[in-house]
């Protein structure tokens, strides 16, 4: 009913009435590695599944223990054909593998930012609470490999090689996924005892992902596009809109600032260092 007001001109043109962006927690601290898997390309995300656009996604890890990895990308060595055989006898008879013989692991490393933009093999391991912030559509996960885990029936999860494959993206591989998909923060802006740190996005990506970093207080402005936040450091907040509204935000928490609040400020309740992740459609 308020797309422009909620989502800003600009992006309602862009998405209609569409949200797009979508916040989620993949808790695995005391679980196993999630399945191996990847989505669909814009093409095919259109041509086969119906939905004007797919979903890109990343992952900013929260919390991690010792050891923890992320799968994101392919060895630089890996052959696909022994992936996709390897795959398929895991699927049929049910023979395990190891899919790290194909995937580049990387250790999990707080507040740090993963790029997975469609295409590109991938999975949070044991350990981790990462909050996923993707693009909306969420119904075709293509997964490759589910470490051979069963339903409540006794079957086989079920995996989707046929359209797995056909998506998976050969370029993600080696070097190139840590220097593009792993990038490091840098400052877009600072003052005394806070600065706006961009930890990445890729053109794929319509959306970016920011960090607030303050001790006290930062300003901010929606320019006339909504921004979703998650309190990732810190205990609480109160966001103050520049006609004095407030509204508290604690932490693991997420919020949406409509476009049309413009200028707000977020608040240490305590006066801790705080840490909010921002994401918005660039």
Same mark, same amino acid.
């Given at each position: 009913?308020?797309?422009?007001?909620?989502?800003?001109?600009?992006?309602?043109?862009? $998405?209609?009435?569409?949200?797009?962006?979508?916040?989620?927690?993949?808790?695995?601290?005391?679980?196993?590695?999630?399945?191996?898997?990847?989505?669909?390309?814009?093409?095919?995300?259109?041509?086969?599944?119906?939905?004007?656009?797919?979903?890109?996604?990343?992952?900013?890890?929260?919390?991690?223990?010792?050891?923890?990895?992320?799968?994101?990308?392919?060895?630089?060595?890996?052959?696909?054909?022994?992936?996709?055989?390897?795959?398929?006898?895991?699927?049929?008879?049910?023979?395990?593998?190891?899919?790290?013989?194909?995937?580049?692991?990387?250790?999990?490393?707080?507040?740090?930012?993963?790029?997975?933009?469609?295409?590109?093999?991938?999975?949070?391991?044991?350990?981790?609470?990462?909050?996923?912030?993707?693009?909306?559509?969420?119904?075709?996960?293509?997964?490759?490999?589910?470490?051979?885990?069963?339903?409540?029936?006794?079957?086989?999860?079920?995996?989707?090689?046929?359209?797995?494959?056909?998506?998976?993206?050969?370029?993600?591989?080696?070097?190139?996924?840590?220097?593009?998909?792993?990038?490091?923060?840098?400052?877009?802006?600072?003052?005394?005892?806070?600065?706006?740190?961009?930890?990445?996005?890729?053109?794929?990506?319509?959306?970016?992902?920011?960090?607030?970093?303050?001790?006290?207080?930062?300003?901010?402005?929606? $320019?006339?596009?909504?921004?979703?936040?998650?309190?990732?450091?810190?205990?609480?907040?109160?966001?103050?809109?520049?006609?004095?509204?407030?509204?508290?935000?604690?932490?693991?928490?997420?919020?949406?600032?409509?476009?049309?609040?413009?200028?707000?400020?977020?608040?240490?309740?305590?006066?801790?260092?705080?840490?909010?992740?921002?994401?918005?459609?660039?």
């Amino acid at each position: 009913q308020h797309a422009e007001e909620v989502l800003g001109k600009a992006v309602a043109e862009r $998405f209609g009435e569409s949200f797009p962006i979508r916040f989620d927690y993949l808790d695995t601290l005391e679980g196993g590695d999630l399945s191996i898997q990847c989505h669909p390309s814009e093409t095919y995300m259109r041509e086969t599944f119906g939905l004007p656009y797919t979903q890109h996604e990343t992952y900013y890890v929260t919390v991690t223990t010792p050891g923890a990895k992320i799968f994101l990308g392919l060895r630089e060595d890996a052959d696909l054909d022994a992936f996709r055989e390897e795959a398929g006898q895991a699927e049929d008879p049910g023979q395990p593998f190891e899919p790290r013989r194909y995937l580049e692991t990387h250790p999990a490393a707080q507040h740090r930012l993963y790029l997975i933009p469609a295409g590109t093999p991938h999975a949070s391991g044991a350990g981790n609470v990462v909050l996923e912030i993707s693009a909306t559509p969420y119904l075709y996960t293509l997964r490759f490999y589910d470490w051979l885990r069963r339903d409540l029936d006794g079957e086989l999860r079920p995996v989707h090689l046929e359209h797995a494959f056909a998506n998976l993206d050969p370029r993600r591989r080696g070097k190139a996924v840590r220097r593009e998909l792993i990038p490091e923060p840098v400052i877009v802006r600072e003052g005394q005892g806070w600065a706006e740190l961009a930890l990445g996005t890729l053109p794929e990506l319509f959306f970016a992902v920011h960090r607030l970093d303050f001790a006290d207080e930062i300003a901010d402005d929606t $320019f006339g596009r909504f921004h979703a936040l998650n309190l990732v450091a810190g205990e609480q907040v109160d966001i103050v809109t520049a006609a004095g509204h407030a509204h508290p935000l604690a932490y693991a928490e997420t919020i949406v600032i409509p476009a049309a609040v413009g200028a707000y400020r977020l608040r240490s309740r305590s006066g801790e260092s705080c840490k909010v992740v921002k994401a918005f459609v660039r």
